[in-house]
T-cell receptor, first 110, second 115 residues
């Protein structure tokens, strides 16, 4: 089993749609969780951290369920500029190592 | 947040040669991380570099192949040694954003092609 598993995608959605990405992680001792966005041929950039209480940033909502070891990202009112690969990232261990999911590709269509 | 300058941005190298990638950070950071992203894949951690000590390598990566230097708190290098076409990847360095915010900043990456 992979340490961090994501929806394989790709997701092709029309502008204005709501899309949800899911991610599960295997290390119950993981301490921090993130969603990163990676555009084609660019480095990953932090989209948002994920907290147990859930957090929202504009059209983006992230949720963490520690009991189920599950992380989600919801994008409302999708824009063309949201097209990218979304990486679920889990931080674990005393060295605070990051483990990346394989990424979910999103294409928002006009 | 820390700003990372990574170079070279890309290179095409002959097999059997070595390439050294540099990352310069605009602030002092305790840990720097080196990742590899193979074509169509996600990021895999190569090693963690602390200043003043040997880097810690992940399973599947060894110091002879990927020697790392960390001479001070703002700079690190990763060398890809005795390259083969299988080493063709994007290599990225990363640091924590800062002590109070979570998340990590990445360098812009080095796109390596070995021919």
């Amino acid at each position: 089993r992979k340490e961090v598993e994501q929806d394989p995608g790709p997701f092709n959605v029309p502008e204005g749609a709501t899309v949800a990405f899911n991610c599960t992680y295997s290390n119950s001792a993981s301490q921090s969780f993130f969603w990163y966005r990676q555009d084609c041929r660019k480095e990953p950039k932090l989209l948002m951290s994920v907290y147990s209480s859930g957090n929202e940033d504009g059209r983006f909502t992230a949720q963490l369920n520690r009991a189920s070891q599950y992380i989600s990202l919801l994008i409302r009112d999708s824009k063309l500029s949201d097209s990218a690969t979304y990486l679920c990232v889990v931080e674990s261990g005393s060295a605070r190592q990051l483990t990346f999911g394989s990424g979910t590709q999103l294409t928002v269509l006009p | 947040s820390a700003v990372i300058s990574q170079k070279p941005s890309r290179d095409i190298c002959q097999r059997g040669t070595s390439l050294t990638i540099q990352c310069q950070v605009d602030s002092q950071v305790t840990m720097m991380f080196w990742y590899r992203q193979q074509p169509g894949q996600s990021l895999t951690l190569i090693a963690t570099a602390n200043q003043g000590s040997e880097a810690t390598y992940e399973s599947g990566f060894v110091i002879d192949k990927f020697p790392i230097s960390r001479p001070n708190l703002t700079f690190s290098t990763l060398t890809v040694s005795n390259m083969s076409p299988e080493d063709s990847s994007i290599y990225l360095c990363s640091v924590e954003k800062d002590n109070y915010n979570y998340g990590y900043t990445f360098g812009s990456g080095t796109r390596l092609t070995v021919v």
